[in-house]
């Protein structure tokens, strides 16, 4: 379990020093703007994952862990292969 935490831990922060990079392809963007939206981008995930924990901790309790890091491993593959197809920063901010 554990191993799987940081492998899935490890593989959403290394689009961090990427993503400024990615949100430039989109349109000639100011550099507040891409910074700002980068954040914005990034902090999501976690803001999400703040509030979705104590349901998958209590999913996890009664239906084993093996199946959420199966359904949350699917969901974060899923959203990164997402990202190569949005075609602008707000479709980026809700993948």
Excluded at 50 to 56: L, Q, V, Y
Excluded at 58 to 84: E, V, W
């Amino acid at each position: 379990m554990w191993f799987a935490n940081l492998f899935v831990a490890a593989s959403a922060t290394m689009i961090l020093p990427f993503l400024s990079l990615y949100i430039e392809t989109f349109d000639h963007y100011s550099t507040d703007f891409v910074q700002r939206w980068s954040g914005y981008v990034f902090g999501v995930t976690f803001l999400v994952a703040f509030i979705a924990s104590p349901f998958w901790g209590r999913f996890g309790d009664r239906h084993g862990y093996k199946k959420i890091l199966m359904i949350t491993g699917t969901g974060i593959a899923t959203s990164i292969l997402l990202m190569g197809f949005v075609q602008s920063v707000y479709q980026l901010f809700f993948t």
